[in-house]
Protein backbone atom coordinates (compact mmCIF):
# COMPACT_ATOMS: atom_id res chain seq x y z
CA UNK A 1 0.00 0.00 0.00
CA UNK A 2 1.39 3.56 -1.13
CA UNK A 3 2.14 5.75 1.86
CA UNK A 4 -0.89 8.28 0.71
CA UNK A 5 -2.99 5.38 0.84
CA UNK A 6 -2.46 4.74 4.46
CA UNK A 7 -5.24 5.80 7.01
CA UNK A 8 -4.18 8.80 9.14
CA UNK A 9 -4.40 8.55 12.51
CA UNK A 10 -3.91 10.71 15.72
CA UNK A 11 -3.31 9.62 19.19
CA UNK A 12 -5.13 10.50 22.04
CA UNK A 13 -4.04 9.57 25.61
CA UNK A 14 -2.15 10.94 28.49
CA UNK A 15 1.74 10.61 26.29
CA UNK A 16 3.79 9.98 29.93
CA UNK A 17 2.28 6.22 28.43
CA UNK A 18 2.75 6.10 24.61
CA UNK A 19 6.47 5.16 24.89
CA UNK A 20 5.87 1.99 27.27
CA UNK A 21 2.73 1.09 25.24
CA UNK A 22 4.90 1.49 21.80
CA UNK A 23 8.40 0.95 22.27
CA UNK A 24 10.59 1.70 19.30
CA UNK A 25 10.00 -1.29 17.67
CA UNK A 26 6.05 -1.27 18.04
CA UNK A 27 6.01 2.19 16.89
CA UNK A 28 8.06 1.65 13.64
CA UNK A 29 5.83 -1.34 12.88
CA UNK A 30 2.86 1.52 13.49
CA UNK A 31 4.25 4.05 11.13
CA UNK A 32 4.45 1.37 8.42
CA UNK A 33 0.56 1.17 8.73
CA UNK A 34 -0.90 4.12 9.28
CA UNK A 35 0.29 8.23 8.65
CA UNK A 36 0.49 9.25 12.32
CA UNK A 37 2.96 11.79 13.86
CA UNK A 38 4.45 9.81 16.77
CA UNK A 39 5.25 13.49 18.34
CA UNK A 40 1.77 14.18 19.02
CA UNK A 41 -0.93 13.71 21.02
CA UNK A 42 -4.32 15.55 21.75
CA UNK A 43 -5.16 15.39 25.75
CA UNK A 44 -7.99 18.04 24.44
CA UNK A 45 -10.15 17.69 22.03
CA UNK A 46 -11.34 20.86 21.82
CA UNK A 47 -7.55 22.72 21.45
CA UNK A 48 -7.27 25.11 18.47
CA UNK A 49 -3.53 23.13 17.24
CA UNK A 50 -4.90 20.12 17.52
CA UNK A 51 -8.38 21.15 15.29
CA UNK A 52 -5.97 20.59 11.83
CA UNK A 53 -5.02 16.98 12.83
CA UNK A 54 -8.36 16.09 13.91
CA UNK A 55 -10.14 17.01 10.63
CA UNK A 56 -7.72 14.39 9.05
CA UNK A 57 -8.09 11.41 11.38
CA UNK A 58 -9.41 8.76 10.36
CA UNK A 59 -8.21 6.40 13.07
CA UNK A 60 -7.77 7.50 16.63
CA UNK A 61 -5.23 5.50 18.89
CA UNK A 62 -6.61 6.15 22.43
CA UNK A 63 -5.17 5.19 25.89
CA UNK A 64 -5.92 6.36 29.31
CA UNK A 65 -6.08 10.17 30.04
CA UNK A 66 -8.04 10.38 26.38
CA UNK A 67 -11.33 12.49 27.12
CA UNK A 68 -14.58 11.20 26.36
CA UNK A 69 -15.66 10.56 22.68
CA UNK A 70 -18.59 12.34 22.15
CA UNK A 71 -20.68 14.34 19.74
CA UNK A 72 -18.32 17.08 19.78
CA UNK A 73 -15.12 15.16 19.04
CA UNK A 74 -17.40 13.21 15.70
CA UNK A 75 -18.00 16.91 14.64
CA UNK A 76 -14.20 17.60 15.21
CA UNK A 77 -13.54 14.82 13.47
CA UNK A 78 -15.88 14.08 10.25
CA UNK A 79 -13.33 11.56 8.43
CA UNK A 80 -13.22 9.11 11.48
CA UNK A 81 -14.08 5.61 10.94
CA UNK A 82 -12.29 3.84 13.89
CA UNK A 83 -11.33 4.00 17.71
CA UNK A 84 -8.43 1.72 18.36
CA UNK A 85 -8.15 1.98 22.34
CA UNK A 86 -5.18 0.83 23.43
CA UNK A 87 -6.58 -0.18 27.22
CA UNK A 88 -9.09 -2.01 28.72
CA UNK A 89 -13.03 -0.76 28.86
CA UNK A 90 -14.35 1.41 26.60
CA UNK A 91 -17.67 1.83 28.55
CA UNK A 92 -16.91 5.91 29.77
CA UNK A 93 -14.63 6.65 27.17
CA UNK A 94 -17.01 5.76 23.57
CA UNK A 95 -20.62 8.16 23.74
CA UNK A 96 -23.70 5.61 21.61
CA UNK A 97 -23.20 8.62 19.23
CA UNK A 98 -20.00 6.88 17.99
CA UNK A 99 -21.68 3.71 17.53
CA UNK A 100 -24.87 5.40 15.77
CA UNK A 101 -22.51 7.13 13.29
CA UNK A 102 -20.64 3.54 11.94
CA UNK A 103 -17.88 4.33 13.67
CA UNK A 104 -16.01 0.65 14.58
CA UNK A 105 -14.76 0.15 18.32
CA UNK A 106 -11.88 -2.36 19.23
CA UNK A 107 -10.46 -2.18 22.98
CA UNK A 108 -7.33 -3.96 24.10
CA UNK A 109 -9.26 -5.52 26.72
CA UNK A 110 -8.53 -8.75 26.41
CA UNK A 111 -5.17 -7.94 26.32
CA UNK A 112 -5.06 -6.56 29.90
CA UNK A 113 -7.00 -9.37 31.77
CA UNK A 114 -4.45 -11.38 31.08
CA UNK A 115 -1.83 -9.29 33.87
CA UNK A 116 -4.96 -8.96 36.19
CA UNK A 117 -5.80 -12.97 36.25
CA UNK A 118 -2.15 -13.76 36.65
CA UNK A 119 -2.02 -11.67 39.69
CA UNK A 120 -5.44 -13.16 41.14
CA UNK A 121 -3.77 -16.52 40.24
CA UNK A 122 -0.75 -15.45 42.56
CA UNK A 123 -3.17 -14.10 45.82
CA UNK A 124 -5.08 -17.27 45.09
CA UNK A 125 -2.22 -19.44 46.09
CA UNK A 126 -0.30 -17.49 48.06
CA UNK A 127 -3.61 -17.15 50.28
CA UNK A 128 -4.30 -20.84 50.27
CA UNK A 129 -0.71 -20.74 51.96
CA UNK A 130 -1.92 -17.87 54.39
CA UNK A 131 1.73 -16.18 53.33
CA UNK A 132 0.40 -12.75 54.33
CA UNK A 133 -0.70 -13.71 57.79
CA UNK A 134 2.26 -16.18 58.02
CA UNK A 135 4.65 -13.20 56.84
CA UNK A 136 3.02 -10.80 59.47
CA UNK A 137 3.50 -13.50 62.47
CA UNK A 138 7.12 -14.36 61.13
CA UNK A 139 7.96 -10.83 61.33
CA UNK A 140 6.76 -9.80 64.74
CA UNK A 141 7.71 -13.44 66.29
CA UNK A 142 10.71 -14.20 64.69
CA UNK A 143 10.07 -17.78 65.15
CA UNK A 144 8.77 -20.45 62.90
CA UNK A 145 4.90 -21.63 64.19
CA UNK A 146 4.37 -25.07 65.44
CA UNK A 147 2.78 -27.46 62.96
CA UNK A 148 -0.33 -27.77 64.40
CA UNK A 149 -1.10 -23.94 64.14
CA UNK A 150 -0.82 -24.87 60.28
CA UNK A 151 -3.12 -27.20 60.03
CA UNK A 152 -5.64 -25.52 57.91
CA UNK A 153 -2.82 -24.27 55.77
CA UNK A 154 -2.61 -25.65 51.88
CA UNK A 155 -3.88 -25.50 48.73
CA UNK A 156 -4.94 -29.34 48.08
CA UNK A 157 -8.73 -29.45 47.87
CA UNK A 158 -9.28 -25.24 48.52
CA UNK A 159 -12.30 -23.81 47.59
CA UNK A 160 -12.06 -21.50 45.11
CA UNK A 161 -15.39 -18.97 44.22
CA UNK A 162 -15.42 -17.07 41.37
CA UNK A 163 -17.56 -14.34 40.61
CA UNK A 164 -17.83 -13.44 36.97
CA UNK A 165 -17.23 -14.97 34.11
CA UNK A 166 -15.72 -12.13 32.73
CA UNK A 167 -12.60 -11.91 30.43
CA UNK A 168 -10.43 -11.74 33.39
CA UNK A 169 -12.46 -14.68 34.98
CA UNK A 170 -12.62 -17.01 32.00
CA UNK A 171 -8.43 -16.75 31.94
CA UNK A 172 -8.31 -17.09 35.65
CA UNK A 173 -10.57 -20.42 35.39
CA UNK A 174 -8.34 -21.56 32.77
CA UNK A 175 -4.89 -20.79 35.44
CA UNK A 176 -6.86 -23.00 38.04
CA UNK A 177 -6.98 -25.89 36.02
CA UNK A 178 -3.85 -27.37 36.83
CA UNK A 179 -4.17 -26.60 40.76
CA UNK A 180 -6.06 -29.27 43.23
CA UNK A 181 -8.88 -26.66 43.79
CA UNK A 182 -12.47 -27.23 43.89
CA UNK A 183 -13.30 -24.35 42.18
CA UNK A 184 -17.01 -22.87 41.84
CA UNK A 185 -18.61 -20.10 39.53
CA UNK A 186 -21.53 -17.43 40.18
CA UNK A 187 -22.67 -15.58 36.70
CA UNK A 188 -25.93 -14.93 35.73
CA UNK A 189 -25.52 -15.49 32.39
CA UNK A 190 -23.51 -18.70 32.34
CA UNK A 191 -25.35 -22.18 32.57
CA UNK A 192 -24.33 -25.13 34.25
CA UNK A 193 -22.81 -26.35 31.31
CA UNK A 194 -21.23 -23.59 30.38
CA UNK A 195 -19.66 -23.73 33.71
CA UNK A 196 -18.34 -27.24 33.74
CA UNK A 197 -17.07 -26.23 29.91
CA UNK A 198 -14.59 -23.29 32.30
CA UNK A 199 -13.99 -26.07 34.83
CA UNK A 200 -16.25 -24.90 37.62
CA UNK A 201 -19.23 -26.11 38.91
CA UNK A 202 -22.35 -23.16 38.85
CA UNK A 203 -23.64 -21.83 42.05
CA UNK A 204 -25.86 -19.40 43.46
CA UNK A 205 -24.20 -16.38 44.67
CA UNK A 206 -25.57 -16.80 48.63
CA UNK A 207 -23.86 -20.26 48.02
CA UNK A 208 -20.77 -19.39 46.51
CA UNK A 209 -19.79 -17.01 49.29
CA UNK A 210 -20.88 -19.65 51.58
CA UNK A 211 -18.77 -22.81 50.79
CA UNK A 212 -15.66 -21.23 49.60
CA UNK A 213 -12.37 -20.46 51.47
CA UNK A 214 -11.20 -18.33 48.65
CA UNK A 215 -13.88 -15.67 47.02
CA UNK A 216 -12.25 -13.85 43.71
CA UNK A 217 -14.18 -11.01 42.55
CA UNK A 218 -14.28 -10.57 38.77
CA UNK A 219 -17.45 -8.71 37.64
CA UNK A 220 -18.24 -5.77 35.97
CA UNK A 221 -19.19 -2.26 37.47
CA UNK A 222 -22.09 -1.80 36.13
CA UNK A 223 -25.60 -0.56 38.60
CA UNK A 224 -27.03 -4.49 38.91
CA UNK A 225 -23.66 -5.20 40.76
CA UNK A 226 -23.17 -2.25 43.18
CA UNK A 227 -22.50 -3.40 46.51
CA UNK A 228 -23.22 -6.95 45.45
CA UNK A 229 -21.17 -7.95 48.35
CA UNK A 230 -23.23 -6.27 50.99
CA UNK A 231 -23.19 -6.94 55.02
CA UNK A 232 -25.25 -9.87 54.63
CA UNK A 233 -23.63 -11.55 51.75
CA UNK A 234 -19.76 -11.26 53.19
CA UNK A 235 -21.18 -12.48 56.68
CA UNK A 236 -21.72 -16.08 54.68
CA UNK A 237 -18.26 -16.40 53.87
CA UNK A 238 -16.99 -19.05 56.30
CA UNK A 239 -14.25 -17.95 59.01
CA UNK A 240 -10.82 -17.70 57.92
CA UNK A 241 -11.79 -17.44 54.12
CA UNK A 242 -10.43 -14.79 52.32
CA UNK A 243 -12.13 -12.19 49.29
CA UNK A 244 -9.40 -10.72 46.55
CA UNK A 245 -10.87 -8.33 44.69
CA UNK A 246 -9.00 -6.89 41.13
CA UNK A 247 -12.45 -6.14 39.76
CA UNK A 248 -13.61 -2.63 41.30
CA UNK A 249 -14.33 -1.34 44.96
CA UNK A 250 -17.71 -0.48 44.28
CA UNK A 251 -18.50 -4.24 44.06
CA UNK A 252 -18.13 -4.76 47.87
CA UNK A 253 -19.85 -2.44 50.91
CA UNK A 254 -16.23 -0.76 52.06
CA UNK A 255 -18.11 -0.22 55.44
CA UNK A 256 -19.24 -3.72 55.83
CA UNK A 257 -15.77 -5.26 54.62
CA UNK A 258 -13.96 -2.56 56.62
CA UNK A 259 -16.25 -4.42 59.91
CA UNK A 260 -15.26 -7.81 58.91
CA UNK A 261 -11.70 -7.85 58.47
CA UNK A 262 -11.29 -5.39 61.48
CA UNK A 263 -12.82 -8.25 63.45
CA UNK A 264 -10.07 -10.46 62.01
CA UNK A 265 -12.92 -12.87 61.29
CA UNK A 266 -12.11 -12.71 57.34
CA UNK A 267 -9.30 -11.71 55.28
CA UNK A 268 -8.74 -9.82 52.15
CA UNK A 269 -6.21 -9.07 48.99
CA UNK A 270 -7.67 -5.81 47.86
CA UNK A 271 -6.17 -4.59 44.45
CA UNK A 272 -9.28 -1.96 43.93
CA UNK A 273 -11.38 -0.22 47.06
CA UNK A 274 -13.92 2.31 47.51
CA UNK A 275 -12.49 4.99 47.54
CA UNK A 276 -9.32 4.58 45.70
CA UNK A 277 -7.07 5.29 47.31
CA UNK A 278 -8.38 4.62 50.92
CA UNK A 279 -7.80 7.22 53.01
CA UNK A 280 -4.61 7.82 55.23
CA UNK A 281 -6.28 6.94 58.74
CA UNK A 282 -7.75 3.82 57.32
CA UNK A 283 -7.45 0.70 59.50
CA UNK A 284 -7.11 -1.93 56.17
CA UNK A 285 -3.51 0.10 55.76
CA UNK A 286 -2.18 -2.01 58.93
CA UNK A 287 -4.15 -4.49 59.47
CA UNK A 288 -2.16 -8.36 59.15
CA UNK A 289 -4.83 -10.15 57.21
CA UNK A 290 -5.23 -8.06 54.75
CA UNK A 291 -2.76 -7.78 51.92
CA UNK A 292 -3.54 -3.80 50.23
CA UNK A 293 -1.49 -3.14 46.81
CA UNK A 294 -2.28 0.58 44.81
CA UNK A 295 -4.32 -1.28 41.86
CA UNK A 296 -1.56 -2.67 39.89
CA UNK A 297 -2.96 -6.16 38.80
CA UNK A 298 -4.04 -4.48 35.37
CA UNK A 299 -1.52 -3.84 33.01
CA UNK A 300 2.24 -1.87 33.97
CA UNK A 301 5.39 -1.43 32.75
CA UNK A 302 6.41 -3.94 30.15
CA UNK A 303 3.00 -5.48 29.95
CA UNK A 304 2.12 -2.23 28.47
CA UNK A 305 3.67 -3.28 25.17
CA UNK A 306 1.32 -5.70 24.65
CA UNK A 307 -1.74 -3.77 24.45
CA UNK A 308 -0.24 -1.47 22.16
CA UNK A 309 0.58 -4.65 19.99
CA UNK A 310 -3.01 -5.29 20.40
CA UNK A 311 -3.83 -2.34 18.67
CA UNK A 312 -1.15 -2.49 16.01
CA UNK A 313 -2.42 -5.63 14.69
CA UNK A 314 -5.85 -4.20 14.84
CA UNK A 315 -4.26 -1.60 12.27
CA UNK A 316 -3.12 -4.29 9.98
CA UNK A 317 -6.66 -5.99 9.75
CA UNK A 318 -8.06 -2.65 9.18
CA UNK A 319 -5.77 -1.70 6.18
CA UNK A 320 -6.53 -5.42 5.31
CA UNK A 321 -9.90 -5.04 5.31
CA UNK A 322 -10.43 -7.34 7.38
CA UNK A 323 -12.66 -7.66 10.94
CA UNK A 324 -11.57 -6.13 14.02
CA UNK A 325 -10.36 -8.89 15.75
CA UNK A 326 -11.33 -7.04 19.41
CA UNK A 327 -14.32 -5.07 18.25
CA UNK A 328 -16.62 -3.84 20.63
CA UNK A 329 -19.92 -3.26 20.14
CA UNK A 330 -22.65 -1.16 22.09
CA UNK A 331 -24.38 -3.99 22.97
CA UNK A 332 -21.56 -5.34 24.69
CA UNK A 333 -21.19 -2.88 27.19
CA UNK A 334 -25.04 -3.42 28.47
CA UNK A 335 -23.08 -6.75 30.93
CA UNK A 336 -19.45 -6.35 30.81
CA UNK A 337 -16.89 -3.76 31.79
Same mark, same amino acid.
Given at each position: ????? @? ?10 ? @? ?10 ? !? ?8 ? !? ?83 ? @? !? ?21 ? +? ?5 ? !? ?55 ? +? ?56 ? +? ?66
Amino acid at each position: MATSE @LPRAVFAMNPVH @LPELFPPRLMAR !LTALARIDPA !LVVQDFAEPAMAGPLAEAEVLITGWGCPRVDEAVLTATPRLRTVLHAAGSVRNLIAPEVWERGVSVSSAVRANALPVAEFTLAAI @L !LSGKDAFGLRHRFRTENAFPPPA +DLAAVGN !LGRRVGIIGASRVGRRLLELLRPFDFAVTLYDPYVDAGEAAALGAVLLPLDELMRTS +DIVSLHAPDIPETYRMLDRRRLSLMPDGSVLVNTSRGALVDPDALTDELVSGRIGAVL +DVTEPEPLPADSPLYRLPNVFLTPHIAGSLGNELERLGRTVVDELALLGAGAPLAHAVRQADLVNSA
